[in-house]
């Protein structure tokens, strides 16, 4: 699959078959996220921090979901608490965290995400599970480092159901 086709084909899934994921191809996933260009040359400035398991993640998201009702904040955006039947992971056999500094962790993810459908897996970007995950307590258990921080937090799994497109408009152009 070319660049191009990926770009344009890949959907966020919300429906995975609970078979794992083989480590190879997770790790190989990884290795074409850390492709995207750091800052300076050389640098690493992200972590890859990899939960395998429904069952785990299936908890780790009722937790998510437990502290976000707790510490629900008072913005729009939050809605997705109340939505009958939302699950924070949905379902996926992997979740992978991303952390460092915010551009370098999404440009690695999106290239996460491009990896991955071009190798036949799904991917959905979730930020619901954040408020918790940013806890020191979530941090540790899920030994995201320290000096790091949590960005980007990707569902991972063979899909069983893939959106249609929806065609977007097309976006403001300013040239100056």
Request: proline share 11%; glycine share 8%; net charge neutral.
């Amino acid at each position: 699959m070319d660049a191009i086709a990926a770009i344009h084909g890949r959907r966020s899934v919300r429906s995975y078959d609970p078979k794992p994921v083989e480590r190879d191809l997770i790790e190989a996933v990884i290795a074409d996220a850390a492709q995207a260009p750091p800052p300076f040359r050389g640098q690493i400035p992200w972590a890859f921090n990899v939960v395998q398991g429904v069952e785990r993640i299936a908890a780790y998201g009722a937790r998510a979901m437990d502290y976000a009702r707790a510490h629900r904040p008072d913005q729009p955006g939050s809605d997705w608490l109340d939505r009958p039947g939302f699950k924070i992971f949905w379902d996926a056999p992997v979740v992978i965290i991303i952390s460092g500094p915010v551009g370098d962790c999404s440009r690695a993810g999106q290239n996460l995400m491009l990896s991955a459908h071009a190798r036949g897996l799904g991917t959905c970007w979730v930020g619901s599970p954040m408020l918790w995950i940013s806890t020191s307590e979530v941090r540790a258990e899920l030994k995201i480092p320290s000096t790091l921080t949590p960005v980007a937090v990707l569902c991972l799994g063979y899909p069983t159901a893939v959106p249609e497109a929806i065609i977007p408009d097309k976006p403001p152009i300013v040239w100056v």
